[in-house]
């Protein structure tokens, strides 16, 4: 399984929620490959998974795979509970 995490310019943040989400299927006993990148590149990209703030991830199509909003990127249990149903 594979789970991009995206955000506008693909540095700073995304690299914090990606630390969140590896936390958080750890906490839920689970394994992905967990990656990050900015919107551009995440519009080319294929996905099992694509997670961010509701700004950023409702740009990109859902056909690609599945779409998870965040509102607080720190708030891991947060991730846990809208990652879960989706793994």
Known sequence: MKILVVCGNG???????????????????????????DLTSAITEKADIFIGAGDIVER?????????????????????LKLEPFL
Do not use: Y
């Open 11 to 37: 540095l700073g943040s995304s690299f914090i929620m990606q630390l969140n989400v590896e936390k958080a299927l750890t906490e839920l006993g689970k394994t992905a490959m967990v990656t990050h990148t």
């Open 60 to 80: 990109l199509d859902e056909s690609k795979g599945k779409i998870v909003s965040i509102i607080n990127m720190m708030n891991v249990s947060e991730i846990k």
